[in-house]
């Protein structure tokens, strides 16, 4: 079983910045995960933010966050690449929500945007952007 913890959340002014934090507990010693990060606002659904590969060497952003969100994880090469961060730049409003960070042992190295393709999800942070 995958253990993710997130940490990072909390209430923010317009424009300020946060950063995400997910440590996944890693399944053997040679294998990263892949890690997404989605969010779910008050009265919505549960939506893609940012992903990235294993490698770290790829990632995707939603048009939403693009420019302003910064995904990352540590070296992939050692028990640092199970971390992932998301920087949160120029937030606004509108980017209030629970953030899950999310994690699939991949088939090859790329980056997932679905939820049905995830098996692991942490308990989610709250972020607030107040205007």
């Known amino acids: 079983q995958v253990r993710l913890v997130e940490s990072g959340g909390g209430l923010v002014q317009t424009g300020g910045s946060l950063r995400l934090s997910c440590a996944a507990s890693?399944?053997?010693?040679?294998?990263?995960?892949?890690m997404g990060w989605f969010r779910r606002a008050p009265g919505k659904e549960r939506e893609f933010v940012a992903a990235?590969?294993?490698?770290?060497?790829?990632?995707?952003?939603?048009?939403s966050v693009k420019g302003r969100f910064t995904i990352s994880r540590g070296n992939a090469r050692n028990t640092a690449g199970n971390t992932v961060y998301l920087q949160m730049d120029s937030l606004k409003p509108e980017d209030t929500a629970v953030y899950y960070c999310?994690?699939?042992?991949?088939?090859?190295?790329?980056?997932?945007?679905?939820?049905?393709?995830?098996?692991?999800w942490g308990q989610g942070t709250q972020v607030t952007v107040s205007s």
């Open positions: 890693r399944r053997t010693f040679n294998n990263n995960y892949a």
């Open positions: 999310a994690a699939v042992f991949p088939k090859s190295d790329s980056y997932y945007l679905r939820e049905a393709e995830y098996d692991y």
């Open positions: 990235i590969s294993w490698s770290g060497g790829t990632s995707y952003y939603a048009d």
